[in-house]
């Protein structure tokens, strides 16, 4: 996928207003969805979900220990499943899922032109029963952090994933369903877009090779990358 570079390398630097990007079917990046009041109203919200109990911690995984560090509301992830309590780390109960994450997660699909709340048709994203957003994952990239390929598949439901950007900048890679490697599309995410992925892209493969150090916006005043997925659990 092209894009428009600034001078600094940004893909859409802060001058080019494209309307929503489909990088795939049912995968669209959504440009400055998030405001600065919206996103400093997240990144308060992190914060708070990071201090414990249930707070932010280093993840384990089986292939070794994740370089982003992880805190979730709603329900705890931990590889390769969900639970009510932080059963990997302090064994507290997981924070509430806010509804406004909720709402939020629902106007960036109707944004991305995704089936919406009561679409009736499978995956609807809508807000009540087993469609109703209820997950939240907050990852933080420090500097020189990264994410491998990876699919989001410990879910039941095949509602759109949602993801939302804050601080640094980050290459975003998009794959395939089939498997980790090519075909791929990096996409430059920045400090309030958007993410969403659906339909035949619910399971493609994505991951984070590198962030940008330096490129939050100073006014947010967060050092190094937030990015929080929001998710339907149907469980």
């Not at 249930?54 to 709603?74: D, F, I, K, N, Y």
Request: charged share 20%.
């Amino acid at each position: 996928m092209e894009g428009v570079r600034g001078p600094d390398g940004e893909l859409f630097p802060p001058e080019v207003s494209p309307g929503p990007v489909t990088v795939a079917p049912g995968a669209v990046h959504l440009p400055g969805e998030l405001g600065p009041e919206r996103q400093r109203e997240l990144l308060a919200a992190c914060r708070e979900w990071s201090r414990p109990p249930a707070g932010l911690r280093t993840v384990r995984t089986p292939g070794g220990v994740m370089s982003v560090r992880q805190v979730c509301v709603g329900r705890h992830w931990y590889p390769y499943g969900y639970a009510r309590t932080v059963v990997d780390g302090d064994g507290a109960p997981v924070k509430p899922f806010p509804a406004w994450l909720g709402d939020w997660a629902r106007r960036a699909v109707a944004a991305a032109g995704l089936p919406g709340p009561g679409a009736g048709n499978p995956g609807d994203c809508g807000g009540e029963g087993d469609h109703a957003y209820d997950i939240g994952l907050v990852n933080f990239y420090a500097r020189g952090a990264r994410m491998g390929m990876h699919r989001d598949s410990d879910e039941r439901s095949p509602a759109p994933v949602v993801s939302f950007s804050l601080g640094d900048s980050c290459v975003f890679r998009f794959g395939n369903t089939r498997s980790r490697s090519r075909p791929w599309t990096d996409v430059e995410l920045r400090s309030g877009d958007a993410f969403v992925f659906g339909g035949p892209s619910r399971l493609a493969y994505h991951g984070v090779p590198r962030t940008r150090p330096g490129t939050a916006p100073a006014a947010l005043g967060l050092d190094g990358r937030l990015n929080v997925t929001v998710r339907v659990s149907g469980l």
